[in-house]
């Protein structure tokens, strides 16, 4: 079982910056690929970014590729997502997840976090 906690959500001014922060515990995070989704309210989880275990392999959705970036630091358990430029349509809860391989589709990862509200101000 891995525990997923993310944290480093709020409210900020459209073109602001926000960086989330998802912390893991139980198995050793570093055995998965992780990522981060999104959920609007009224609209499906999408996929946002997602990192392999080394780090070595990224991906990103269009809407975001240029202004997001994933990292992960597996010495401590902790994947990143850096927000930069954001804007009112980045407004979602997001949610960290953790899977057997780095890939942008839901069903592939098996641990999910609660999620963390992230509100851009137009």
């Known amino acids: 079982q891995v525990q997923l906690v993310e944290s480093g959500g709020g409210l900020v001014q459209a073109g602001g910056s926000l960086r989330l922060s998802c912390a893991a515990s139980?198995?050793?995070?570093?055995?998965?690929?992780m990522g981060w989704f999104r959920q609007a309210p009224g609209k499906e989880r999408e996929f946002v970014a997602a990192?392999?275990?080394?780090?070595?392999?990224?991906y990103y959705a269009d809407s975001v590729k240029g202004r997001f970036t994933i990292s992960r630091d597996n010495a401590k358990n902790t994947v990143y997502l850096q927000m930069n430029s954001l804007k009112a349509e980045d407004t979602a809860v997001y949610v960290c997840?953790?899977?057997?391989?780095?890939?942008?589709?839901?069903?592939?990862?098996?641990?999910w976090g609660q999620g963390t509200q992230v509100t851009v101000s137009s």
């Open positions: 997840a953790a899977g057997r391989l780095v890939a942008t589709i839901l069903r592939v990862y098996d641990y």
């Open positions: 139980g198995r050793t995070s570093s055995n998965y690929a």
């Open positions: 990192i392999s275990r080394s780090g070595s392999t990224t």
